[in-house]
């Protein structure tokens, strides 16, 4: 169990770029779920995938950002035209389904900074 | 809906004291209820969670904490603060039934003074 991991762990940008963040969940951990922290805040809720199925989308995540997950491993999440206001610290979390518990598991997070 | 309330966005105790750490929540079903600590410049580390049975929960670092239906709190404790307690405290809630998202509170910095 080698833990969640994500790349980059920093990204700098300039507003109206692309920028694409992986994520690569524990092994065997079906479901993937990305987050949003800003700065004093605690994490948001942005989508979620059970396998490579997205079954949720927050309304946080406008028609600019796109998450994918192909054959139910890794993830990624894409935002096209950054602004500034997507300057944020993107986390993604993973689990295992057990019974009806479903314990998340965070990666070390992506810092986003749009210039 | 769901929510959580924070009390305190920062908390200062000396090394060995009493760390108490609060945590209010909303939902209109059982709740699982769970604390996450985050170091600078990480992730979120799982610390302990509720999810039924024994209301008590104790959780890694000899931190637990309890789960009061009646006052819709689940408060962090821990009997004796260490320098290395010093991070930051985020309490999250779940819907009781198959996968949910969760929905955290703003998060307490817990400052520990030698």
């Known amino acids: 169990d080698t833990g969640v991991s994500q790349d980059p762990r920093h990204k700098i940008t300039k507003r109206g770029q692309n920028v694409t963040f992986r994520c690569d969940p524990i092994s065997e951990h079906n479901r993937l779920y990305w987050y949003r922290q800003t700065l004093g805040q605690g994490p948001e809720f942005l989508t979620y995938f059970q396998n490579e199925a997205q079954l949720e989308k927050s309304r946080l995540l406008s028609d600019r950002f796109s998450a994918e997950r192909p054959k139910g491993s890794f993830s990624t999440l894409e935002i096209q035209r950054t602004e500034q206001g997507d300057s944020a610290m993107y986390l993604c979390?993973?689990?295992?389904?057990?019974?009806?518990?479903?314990?998340?598991?965070f990666g070390p997070g992506t810092r986003l900074t749009v210039l | 809906a769901q929510s959580v309330t924070q009390l305190g966005s920062h908390v200062s105790v000396s090394e060995g004291a009493l760390v108490l750490l609060r945590c209010n929540y909303s939902s209109s079903v059982p709740p699982y209820l769970f604390w996450y600590v985050q170091y600078p410049n990480q992730g979120l580390q799982l610390l302990l969670k509720y999810t039924t049975g024994a209301t008590l929960v104790k959780g890694i670092n000899g931190f637990e904490a309890e789960f009061k239906k009646s006052e819709t709190s689940f408060h962090l404790t821990k009997p004796s603060a260490h320098m290395s307690d010093a991070a930051e405290y985020f309490c999250a809630v779940s819907r009781n039934s198959g996968y949910s998202t969760l929905t955290f509170g703003k998060g307490t910095m817990l400052l520990v003074s030698p």
């Open positions: 979390a993973s689990s295992f389904t057990r019974g009806s518990t479903d314990t998340q598991y």
